[in-house]
T-cell receptor, first 117, second 117 residues
Framework: DVKVTQSSRYLVKRTGEKVFLECVQD?????MFWYRQDPGLGLRLIYF???????EKGDIPEGYSVSREKKERFSLILESASTNQTSMYLC????????????????FGEGSRLTVL | AQKITQTQPGMFVQEKEAVTLDCTYDTSDPSYGLFWYKQPSSGEMIFLIYQGSYDQQNATEGRYSLNFQKARKSANLVISASQLGDSAMYFCAMREGESQAGTALIFGKGTTLSVSS
């Protein structure tokens, strides 16, 4: 069964801490994405990657960076966490070939709920 | 302007009844795709249904159908014979343009559906 796994379901961090959110997919997908989800705002794109070591800014990249050293892994980094980064973070992936590639369907992980105190 | 608009923050329906969740979209690209995802309280995003802009017929998947009205730029989700397990947040999303490397989806703000017995 296809799977996107996010390393932590729940995290609590302090303001100013460096935070790593890890995402691994076992579907050999080329594309990976990080979204944040906030009540009343829906999902907003932070960063995405279409290949190893490639990254592109989404709509709200400020305060975040990403790393993709291997095809299956896409990490979201908060260099200095702030309270306004308290949110649900969703990782997704999509293939470069096949039916899902033609439609653009995203496959999501279960989400990481981050609280910054 | 919002690309995806879901005007119903919350909807309530009784078991076995049908319910329509509204979605309007805004794009000038002739090629696009429309998606509906379900997010239960556990957090994972579940793909429900897809409609391509060039598809002549409305998409259907089991109890889900997408009422695609291209001229009105609407893509409403119809759930027939609601079940208690349908209680969740529902997101409408759009792929703008052809699907290619790194194509992300644009999401609406979501509609919370509550099904009662």
């Amino acid at each position: 069964d296809v799977k996107v796994t996010q390393s932590s379901r729940y995290l609590v961090k302090r303001t100013g801490e460096k935070v790593f959110l890890e995402c691994v997919q076992d579907m050999d997908h080329e594309n990976m994405f990080w979204y944040r989800q906030d009540p009343g705002l829906g999902l907003r794109l932070i960063y995405f990657s279409y290949d190893v070591k490639m990254k592109e800014k989404g709509d709200i990249p400020e305060g975040y960076s990403v790393s993709r050293e291997k095809k299956e892994r896409f990490s979201l980094i908060l260099e200095s966490a702030s309270t306004n980064q308290t949110s649900m973070y969703l990782c997704a992936s999509s293939p470069g070939q096949g039916k899902a590639a033609n439609t653009g369907e995203l496959f999501f992980g279960e989400g990481s709920r981050l609280t910054v105190l | 302007a919002q690309k995806i608009t879901q005007t119903q923050p919350g909807m309530f329906v009784q078991e076995k009844e049908a319910v329509t969740l509204d979605c309007t979209y805004d794009t000038s690209d002739p090629s696009y795709g429309l998606f509906w995802y379900k997010q239960p309280s556990s957090g994972e995003m579940i793909f429900l249904i897809y409609q391509g802009s060039y598809d002549q017929q409305n998409a259907t998947e089991g109890r889900y159908s997408l009422n695609f009205q291209k001229a009105r730029k609407s893509a409403n989700l119809v759930i027939s014979a609601s079940q208690l397990g349908d209680s969740a947040m529902y997101f409408c999303a759009m792929r703008e343009g052809e699907s290619q490397a790194g194509t992300a989806l644009i999401f609406g703000k979501g509609t919370t559906l509550s099904v009662s017995s």
